[in-house]
């Protein structure tokens, strides 16, 4: 079965959580997709300066920023991969959650960037897939994918699809993920914000990633926009690059060990 796999790249106002997310389902009502996926801190906004700020942003995996995403999804019948602040008991993390109707399951950022760690602990979900319409997802939130074990992780559990939430401010992030697509013969489909925020400048250009490394689309570095590609998800199956060589038959984890 096919998949319509979509970006939406926003312009979030800093702790504008209710506007943001308006923003953001007005400009998926105006496609239909089967999956969505949306920045990291997509209604929040990034660049917390305190961790009470942080924390006063924050929201419980079942408040109500996932009650309004499960809503909409049950609504359009698409799920929604989305970035947000969760607070859990003392502690906050840099989430995202995937949303399938009622269903949600949060993975918490595995290597947090920057000043993030000042405020929020490092995830101690892992990685973990779960189906979407026949497709198998996995999810990443930005710097992770500075890290190949992530996409690598998630393609050995069967991913064909890495969701990328992301709030990408150096410049190699795009071109990066065609790597990990290409390495891991796997979908990629970073969601990237546009715009500034207390001096930190976002690089917008959210893309959709074919397992040969090639790009379906790459939105631009400036506009709020979204957009959808049909993929077969199941062809990520093959991870064959010569007829001699599968990536993951031909691996030699004995050889890798340190
Ligand atoms: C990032 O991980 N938000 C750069």
């Not at 959580?17 to 801190?41: G, I, Q, Y």
């Not at 992301?166 to 790597?179: F, Q, T, Y």
Request: charged content about 25%; aromatic content about 10%.
């Amino acid at each position: 079965m096919e998949l319509r796999l979509g970006v939406v790249q926003n312009r979030p106002r800093f702790l504008k959580t209710s506007e943001n997310l308006k923003d953001c389902f007005a400009l998926m009502d105006r496609h239909e997709a089967d999956l969505w996926v949306l920045p990291e801190f997509f209604a929040s906004g990034y660049n917390f300066k305190t961790k009470a700020e942080a924390r006063r942003a924050a929201e419980p995996a079942d408040g109500p920023l996932v009650a309004l995403l499960k809503a909409y999804s049950s609504k359009n019948g698409c799920a929604i991969v989305a970035g947000f602040p969760e607070k859990a008991g003392a502690r906050l993390y840099n989430s995202a959650v995937l949303v399938r109707g009622e269903k949600a399951r949060v993975y918490r950022k595995t290597h947090v960037f920057g000043g993030e760690k000042r405020f929020f602990s490092p995830g101690d979900t892992g990685f973990w897939v779960e189906k979407v319409k026949g497709a198998t997802v996995g999810v990443m939130i930005c710097f992770d994918w500075f890290f190949p074990e992530s996409a690598r992780t998630l393609a050995l559990k069967g991913a064909q699809v890495l969701a990328h939430p992301s709030n990408l401010v150096l410049p190699w992030g795009p071109e990066g993920m065609k790597i990990r697509s290409l390495e891991n013969r796997v979908f990629s489909a970073t969601a990237n914000r546009v715009g500034a925020e207390r001096g930190l400048r976002f690089i917008g250009q959210s893309q959709v990633v074919a397992p040969n490394g090639e790009l379906y689309f790459r939105l631009s570095a400036e506009r709020a926009q979204a957009a959808v590609v049909e993929i077969e998800p199941w062809t990520a199956k093959d991870k064959k690059v010569h007829p001699a060589n599968d990536l993951f038959a031909d691996r030699r984890p004995r050889l890798y060990a340190r």
